[in-house]
């Protein structure tokens, strides 16, 4: 047994080696594919260890998004409150991951003090209890006396009382990550880091007005969410501006607007947001929303949107005329 398992795709397998050293180099078991033993079955020893990992770090790239074995395991880890996602390339994870706030390490360069790496060893250390700190070793990150506790570890370090570490112990509270789930507590901290500019906890708390996440200590307020999408858009957000598509589309506490709603989406498209890019599908396909009918511009967006992911997209081509 591990204590923590790796997923990643085959394409970067270096990236997957390199991490693995550094945590081993805490102290932790690690396990990811290159290390099955000789003559072991495959799935039979992935299976295994994913199941008695007690961390799931999930690589995520333009090509595990659309792994299907990847998302397998993200979703299993997701599950069970284990799951610690990490972008090494500049993608959005999948639909179902998004509100998980991952680590940013697409320009770490392998070193153990950077501030992302450091924030990393302490979210791991949130869910497994840390490695002893070995007597005379320099360059330990995790002491004993974390011991998974998420807000000790933001109170000693003062690097993370940034916005996107609010935000990130805001995600651990609404899906209890390593902590006690508490949504009220959640939504204050999203609030702390949508006050320091944040546009992911803006367009979480658009979704929390809408009514989304469940109870989170408000009520809905179309105005209120419409105003923290806004925002959040504002900064580029390319979920939100998909939401405020939906807004102009849909005439949730807005007029109806078919304009904005196409431009909102398209916004929401170039920025990534695979949603988007089906609807735009959508709506060539059918010729509706201002725009002609036109097959190919809608299997352009289709393949798009499936390539990020998006389901719905890949039923569509199969059904999509060939003209």
Same mark, same amino acid.
């Given at each position: 047994?591990?204590?923590?398992?790796?997923?990643?795709?085959?394409?970067?397998?270096?990236?997957?080696?390199? +991490?693995?050293?550094?945590?081993?180099?805490?102290?932790?078991?690690? %396990?990811?594919?290159? @290390?099955?033993?000789?003559?072991?079955?495959?799935?039979?020893?992935?299976?295994?260890?994913?199941?008695?990992?007690?961390?799931?770090?999930?690589?995520? @790239?333009?090509?595990?998004?659309?792994?299907?074995?990847?998302?397998?395991?993200?979703?299993?880890?997701?599950?069970?409150?284990?799951?610690?996602?990490?972008?090494?390339?500049?993608?959005?994870?999948?639909?179902? %991951?998004?509100?998980?706030?991952?680590?940013?390490?697409?320009?770490?360069?392998?070193?153990?003090?950077?501030?992302? %790496?450091?924030? +990393?060893?302490?979210?791991?250390?949130?869910?497994?209890?840390?490695?002893?700190?070995?007597?005379?070793?320099?360059?330990?990150?995790?002491?004993?006396?974390?011991?998974?506790?998420?807000?000790?570890?933001?109170? !000693?370090?003062?690097?993370?009382?940034?916005?996107?570490?609010?935000?990130? !112990?805001?995600?651990?509270?609404?899906?209890?990550?390593?902590?006690?789930?508490?949504?009220?507590?959640?939504?204050?901290?999203?609030?702390?880091?949508?006050?320091?500019?944040?546009?992911?906890?803006?367009?979480?708390?658009?979704?929390?007005?809408?009514?989304?996440?469940?109870?989170?200590?408000?009520?809905?307020?179309?105005?209120?969410?419409?105003?923290?999408?806004?925002?959040?858009?504002?900064?580029?957000?390319?979920?939100?501006?998909?939401?405020?598509?939906?807004?102009?589309?849909?005439? %949730?506490?807005?007029?109806?607007?078919?304009?904005?709603?196409?431009?909102?989406?398209?916004?929401?498209?170039?920025?990534?947001?695979?949603?988007?890019?089906?609807?735009?599908?959508?709506?060539?396909?059918?010729?509706?929303?201002?725009?002609?009918?036109?097959?190919?511009?809608?299997?352009?967006?289709?393949?798009?949107?499936?390539?990020?992911?998006?389901?719905?997209?890949?039923?569509?081509?199969?059904?999509?005329?060939?003209?």
């Amino acid at each position: 047994m591990s204590d923590i398992f790796i997923s990643y795709a085959s394409a970067e397998p270096s990236w997957a080696a390199m +991490l693995a050293q550094k945590l081993e180099g805490q102290g932790w078991s690690v %396990f990811w594919d290159r @290390t099955i033993p000789a003559g072991k079955k495959w799935h039979e020893t992935i299976g295994r260890e994913l199941d008695d990992a007690r961390c799931v770090i999930v690589l995520w @790239t333009k090509a595990s998004i659309i792994s299907d074995w990847v998302r397998e395991e993200a979703d299993d880890a997701r599950r069970r409150g284990i799951l610690v996602p990490i972008l090494i390339e500049n993608v959005q994870p999948p639909i179902g %991951f998004r509100s998980i706030q991952a680590a940013r390490l697409m320009d770490w360069d392998g070193t153990d003090a950077t501030p992302a %790496f450091r924030r +990393l060893i302490a979210d791991i250390a949130t869910l497994i209890v840390p490695p002893p700190k070995e007597a005379g070793k320099e360059g330990r990150l995790v002491e004993a006396e974390v011991e998974g506790k998420a807000d000790e570890q933001y109170k !000693r370090d003062e690097s993370d009382r940034d916005a996107d570490a609010i935000c990130d !112990r805001a995600a651990k509270y609404m899906f209890g990550l390593g902590v006690a789930e508490d949504r009220v507590k959640a939504r204050e901290l999203y609030e702390q880091a949508a006050a320091k500019g944040n546009a992911e906890a803006m367009n979480v708390l658009g979704g929390m007005y809408f009514g989304f996440f469940g109870y989170v200590g408000v009520a809905q307020d179309l105005g209120k969410s419409h105003e923290w999408y806004e925002k959040a858009a504002a900064k580029g957000n390319a979920d939100a501006m998909c939401s405020l598509g939906d807004y102009y589309n849909l005439g %949730f506490g807005v007029a109806q607007d078919s304009g904005k709603a196409l431009e909102w989406y398209t916004k929401a498209a170039a920025g990534g947001n695979a949603k988007a890019m089906y609807t735009l599908g959508h709506y060539h396909e059918l010729g509706i929303m201002g725009v002609p009918q036109d097959y190919t511009k809608a299997r352009e967006w289709y393949e798009m949107a499936a390539a990020e992911g998006y389901s719905d997209a890949e039923e569509a081509l199969r059904k999509l005329p060939i003209r």
